[in-house]
Nanobody, 124 residues
Framework: QVQLVESGGGLVQAGGSLRLSCAASGSTFSRYAMGWFRQAPGKEREFVAAVKWNGEDTRYADSVNGRFTISRDNAKNTVYLQMDNLKPEDTAVYYC?????????????????WGQGTQVTVSS
């Protein structure tokens, strides 16, 4: 059973930056697309970004496109989310997730393996 552990959350002022990391256990990390999701208080969890298993394709939610960058290092079993120009509305618990299918593209949001989450708080 793969384990995903997020880190890098914290408190930052609006306009600032944070980089989230998600470390995966096991030897199959490089076979799966990885995604970042977030959940704000009182709201449903929403998609933020995803990166294909080989890093050659990425997708972003409209709300973060141009401000966030997802990347991965398969040699380190780690996926990153660089968040720049943060806004108060980015405040949420951020979760990384592994796609359900090996060698999948990013067409479908089929993610059922989740980390425990890391809190990001952006003050105005």
């Amino acid at each position: 059973q793969v384990q995903l552990v997020e880190s890098g959350g914290g408190l930052v002022q609006a306009g600032g930056s944070l980089r989230l990391s998600c470390a995966a256990s096991g030897s199959t990390f490089s076979r799966y697309a990885m995604g970042w999701f977030r959940q704000a208080p009182g709201k449903e969890r929403e998609f933020v970004a995803a990166v294909k298993w080989n890093g050659e394709d990425t997708r972003y939610a409209d709300s973060v496109n141009g401000r966030f960058t997802i990347s991965r290092d398969n040699a380190k079993n780690t996926v990153y989310l660089q968040m720049d120009n943060l806004k108060p509305e980015d405040t949420a618990v951020y979760y990384c997730a592994r796609h359900d299918l090996m060698y999948s593209d990013l067409s479908h949001l089929h993610y059922s393996t989740w980390g425990q989450g890391t809190q990001v708080t952006v003050s105005s």
